[in-house]
């Protein structure tokens, strides 16, 4: 079995910065993609990053320049660097990890407001 386990959300003012964790725990070989997706209220879930194992990364438009997604294999973890947050970006935060299928975390919540 895998999990993972995330961290780091809570409550913060505009232009406040957050920082999210993802660990994944259990039977893991190797990890692919990793990355993080949001849904806020009454919206679908929605890609906010990836990153793949050797480090490339994708963001979505909305997030370009304000987000940064890292991670450290060795822990087998994953980061999201949230800065210069607004309202809109407030929603539950699910961490993904592709190890042999998509794996999801039991997501975190981010409110921006002040």
């Known amino acids: 079995q895998v999990q993972l386990v995330e961290s780091g959300g809570g409550l913060v003012q505009p232009g406040g910065s957050l920082r999210l964790s993802c660990a994944a725990s259990?039977?893991?070989?190797?990890?692919?993609?990793m990355g993080w997706y949001r849904q806020g209220p009454g919206k679908q879930r929605e890609l906010v990053a990836l990153?793949?194992?050797?480090?490339?990364?994708t963001y979505t438009d909305s997030v370009k320049g304000r987000f940064a997604l890292s991670r450290n294999n060795a822990k087998n973890t994953v980061y999201l660097q949230m800065n210069s947050l607004k309202p809109e970006d407030t929603a539950v935060y699910y961490c993904?990890?592709?190890?042999?299928?998509?794996?999801w975390g039991q997501g975190t919540q981010v409110t921006v407001s002040s």
């Open positions: 993904s990890a592709d190890i042999k299928r998509t794996y």
């Open positions: 990153i793949t194992r050797g480090g490339t990364t």
């Open positions: 259990g039977s893991i070989f190797s990890i692919g993609a």
